[in-house]
């Protein structure tokens, strides 16, 4: 009689941990799929405001004409910011439709709150996808922004010091900021 009230004491205890597991790991995914949502929010206002102050034309600070980028860097740019805009768009919304049907499903478990009873696979597909959407959109924000440095300062392959320095720097933070988030992307989902 003792050993039965203990396995059912066990059995009791593992589908409690279990529940809080998954309770907890629906709450950590809608907080990440919150901090997706934030950051490409954030990048979608530099996109618009990188288009809206495209007179590249009146501002270039390059001395020598034959250094001033021309149409095709003006095209590219406005091409990146467009590809760069859909990917955060793409990204913002599978976070959202993540979110809402975690938030749907939780709304049908009145005792608990933060349980969520989702295929994994589901969700870390929509997970991927939203990170990868945003990390796209990063790729094509750099790309964009290396084009308005060439716009403001000059041709890369004219060599001028400080536009190389400048895209030079530019590459080097947001690749390496790029790689640690796709590191722990990565990571969190082999765990």
């Not at 021309?70 to 979110?99: M, N, P, T």
């Not at 990063?138 to 895209?167: E, K, M, P, W, Y």
């Amino acid at each position: 009689m003792a050993d039965s009230d203990i396995e059912t004491s066990s059995n009791h205890n593992s589908n409690s941990n279990t529940s809080r597991s998954t309770a907890s790991t629906t709450s950590v995914h809608v907080t990440a799929l919150d901090g997706i949502v934030s950051a490409n929010s954030l990048f979608t206002v530099a996109v618009f405001v990188g288009i809206s102050f495209d007179q590249p034309r009146d501002l270039s600070l390059t001395d020598r004409s034959e250094c001033n980028a021309g149409r095709d860097v003006e095209r590219d740019l406005v091409v990146f910011e467009v590809i760069s805009f859909a990917f955060f768009l793409f990204s913002s919304l599978v976070a959202q439709g993540i979110k809402l049907s975690i938030n749907l499903l939780n709304s049908k478990e009145t005792d608990e709150v933060f349980k969520a009873n989702i295929n994994s696979d589901v969700l870390r597909f929509g997970v991927l996808g939203a990170a990868g959407g945003c990390i796209l959109g990063c790729v094509f924000l750099l790309l964009s922004i290396v084009d308005v440095i060439q716009l403001r300062l000059g041709l890369l392959s004219c060599g001028n010091a400080l536009t190389i320095h400048t895209v030079l720097a530019l590459v080097v933070l947001v690749s390496s900021a790029l790689s640690v988030y796709i590191f722990t992307v990565f990571y969190s989902f082999r765990k």
